[in-house]
Structures are given as structure tokens and as C-alpha cells.
DNA sequence: TTGCTCCTCACGTCACGTGAGGTGGC
DNA sequence: TTGCTCCTCACGTCACGTGAGGTGGC
């Protein structure tokens, strides 16, 4: 056997990589051994393939999907695809901050119980500027939505001091669609003009980080559920403050979901 | 039917959970419908299963698995159990904190290049702190033998300036074993002895702090890689400053390996 | 000859999502 | 009657790990 090859195991260990990672990687075709005998199927690695092994156990160290690591390997612009895991990766660690902080206050305090009142609501004319995003990223993309309708109703020259309203679906699935409401005389361009239906809502006070908004809103929910009462539509979430100017710690939030008529 | 039970749907609305995923919670035994139609196998779930439901939802959001799940409903003590996901998200954080900085480092300098030489070095007595952890958990281990280690040696008056030895099997499996090891005269109490073998090593230098170690084996088992010798035994890494002294991006650490006679 | 290394299935992991193909309920 | 909801398989996801059962190489 040519002194330059290795068998897989050896080529495991110079690469630190395990030998099921070397064969799951050869059938995927993201490292093909040099040569394979035909009678015995052993793998044989040119140590200098240590070079791309090196790079793939590296990679996949840092959580770098293979199909990206694929990409890299395959001479494709290295930069951007790591730039765009590394963006990938940046927002899930800033989402794990957040849940690891509500984790916290529920084991402080417990399952959140809250205090919900029944009210009647009109129905309201209003702008909308929504968008679809996976769950995960449903904050972010909420914050986009409203910077957006600031904007619009600015150019409208339609700005108050009536909250913002936030609107998601109560179904969850993989894209949501989530909308950002205010409400106005007329048409504003830019965003979508629709009515809030009205009715009977269960209403809850949220006060603190909209990061632990979660924690009300499954409280409200359940709530909803021990009374008997059917949430419909989509829950609102009316941001009382104004998060420029409060302190996360004071920023007061109204949740409410509108009930289907029990009578 | 009864019209306090509702059907999946309109549950899971309710909870903010899939239909899916409620199917799931019922075969799991977590979350088991009040009653079920023998003949059609629809599921019918009581308003005020809500509570529990709601719980799932919002732990599963922080992403506390099924089976920490089903013990905190089952009556486990909550506090605890959460408290142990809390710490696994919490260490878990971290190390993604570093390997973003790393994958920083490489989408800024590309895979890393490293300049290494031969050397032939003796065989060393030394006294030896080790330990199995999984691999994710290397450096948080690799610290405690060090800690270990340090004051077995000043309890045995063997304190010296010596630097300190981390190594590092080649192998990677699930389980890995590390150690720490320190050049002495004699034994040592609360440590074992252990002669590190002499002979010819590949060596790199990496200055930097510790999190990008990595980079730097990578690059010297490449190279090795590339120059057709084998590396053998467990990677050393020789901690020449002392990380209590020096500013992390300062520190001095040479990454050795010994190779396989190749005369 | 004895161990060690290597091979190929096949199945498990984790928490569901995604159809396929069919039926019940208003 | 038409849609909508619900059902049960069966398979896919992601990157392998874990045996089972068998063979090659020194």
C-alpha cells in the first residue's frame, strides 16, 4: 500500500474527527477518500487531505451546518457563508439570552398567574404593516414592522400619542405573520388599512421587558381556558409606553384576546 | 358533547401549540385528552387543561426538553429540575459565545496557517490531574484540573515556575479524558504519576487567549498532515505564561505533538 | 493464531413537520 | 352537499452514535 495513504482510522485521528464522521462525510461527498479498495471497501486518505478534514472538524466545532461547510469546500465564496452562519448564530445567542432570563423568572416565581378583566372593545379603523417570519424570529421582525409604521405615519403626518398595536396569530406553525396596527382617520400609504373587529376581550396588564411578555400572554391564555372562554382572532398586544423613553423595568403593556360570544 | 371539551383545534389555538404537537404530548402520556371517541379517535381536551398545556408551550419556548417537561408535571420538584436546564442553556451559551468569536477570527484571517517546527524533546516525570467530561465541556474541566492540580502541588511544597501541561487525547469520542500535568520530583499526593514519552514533536506557538486554541491545533495537525508524519499520543498543550498575569491576548501556549518514528 | 481495524446494514436520537389518503361533523 | 376538521400511517429532518454481525491485515 503507498506509504502516503491512511486508513481511516489513522486519518481519524490526525484530523481529530471520529471514523463515523470520516464515512458519513464520504457519503455525503464532502470528503471522498483518495481510494477506496474495491475488494474490501477500506478507506485510504492522502495525508495531505488533512488540510480540508482539518477545516470540516473545525468548522463543525463552530456549529457550521455541513451543507455550509459543502459550500465552502467547494470553492464557493467562503466569506460570505460564514458571514451568514456567523449572522445565524449571532441572533440564536441572542435569543437564548432572552429565554434564558424569562427561565429564570419562572423558577423565581413560578408558572406566571395573572390577573385578567373582561371588557368590551369597539371595533377600530386602522393602519397595518405586517410581515410573514418563522417563529423564532417573530421579535425582531415585530420591531421592523413598527419602525416601518412610525415612518409611514409620519409621511402621513398622521403620528399621535395612541399606542401601537401588535397583532399575532394564536396558530402556531413554522412562518407567521405578524402585523403592527395604529389607529387612524383615513388611509395612510404604506401600510394596509383594516378593522379590528370588536366585541368581549380578556385583558391582562404586562408590566415590565417586553421579553417576559410571553410569560403574560400564556397566563392570559390559560386563564381563558380555566374560565371556558374561546379565544379567537389574533392576540393584541397595545404598548402602552413608550419604549424610548421607559425603562424596561416600567414599560407597561396591555394584552388582550377577543372571546367568542358564549351566551 | 359536552360543551366544556374541545376539540385539538381549537385547543391547541387556545395553548398556542401545533395540532401536531399536541398529538405528540398524547402518545408521549404528557398531556393525555379527557376523553377520547372509541369510534372516530378524536380528541376532546377539557378547557382547564389549559394550565398544563400553557405550561408546555412556555417551557418548551425556553427550550427545557420533554423529559424535564413531564417530570415538573408529574409533580418533580420543579425548582430543581428547571434550575439544572437553566445551568445546561447557561453553559451552553457560553460556549457559543466563543465559538462566534472564533468564527470570527476565521472569516477575518481565513483558516489558520501555522508556522511549526521539530523539535526533539526528553521524557518527563510528572505528576498528573485527570478527568472524563464530554467533549463540550473540555475547557470548563480542563480548569478544574488545573485548579487541582495546583494545590495538590503547593500542599507537597512542590510549587515551581515550571508551566503546566493540558493534554488532550487525539481521539475524539463522546466521552474524552483530559489531564493536567506538572514536571516533578517524586510524587506528588492527590495526583498520579505518569511519564510523558520523549522523542520527536511537531510544535506550534499560539498567542492568544485560550478560546482560540483551537485554531492553532487545528493548523499544526494539518501541517502534519501535509508533511506525511503521524502524530501519536495526546496533543500537549505547555501553558508558558501564566493566564493570572498575562492579558489574554498576550498569552504564550505551545501546541505539541509527538510523531511516529518515521526515521 | 490472536487482536485490532475495518466493513456494511439497520436502527436510535429529538421533537416534531409534511404529505398521503381517508373519514366525521355541521 | 360542500368545506373544514380530524384521524392514522409513513417518512423526513440533522449529524451522526450505537450496536450487530462479519471480514481483512499484520
Redesign the interface.
Known sequence: MD??L?AIG?F???????VKQLRHYDELGLLRPAQVDPNTGYRYYR?????A???I???R????PLAAIGQVLAGAA??EV??A??DR??A??LR??R??A???R??TQ??PRVEVTLVREPARRVAVVGDATPSEDIPTTTGRCVVRLLEALASADQASDAPLIGLFP????QQVIVAVAAEVDGEVPGTTPEVLAGGVFACATHVGSYEQL??T???L??W?????H???DRLREVYVSDPRETPPEQLVTRLMIRLEDTE
Open positions: 506509504h502516503d491512511l489513522q481519524a485521528r490526525l484530523c481529530r474527527l471520529s495525508a495531505d487531505q488533512a488540510r478534514a482539518v477545516s472538524a473545525l468548522l466545532s463552530l456549529d457550521v467562503a466569506a460564514l458571514a452562519v456567523r448564530q449571532e440564536d445567542l437564548r439570552r429565554t434564558l424569562v427561565l429564570d419562572v423558577l413560578g408558572m394564536l396558530d402556531v406553525t410571553s410569560l400572554a400564556h397566563g391564555l390559560a381563558c381556558g380555566e374560565r371556558g374561546l379565544p379567537i
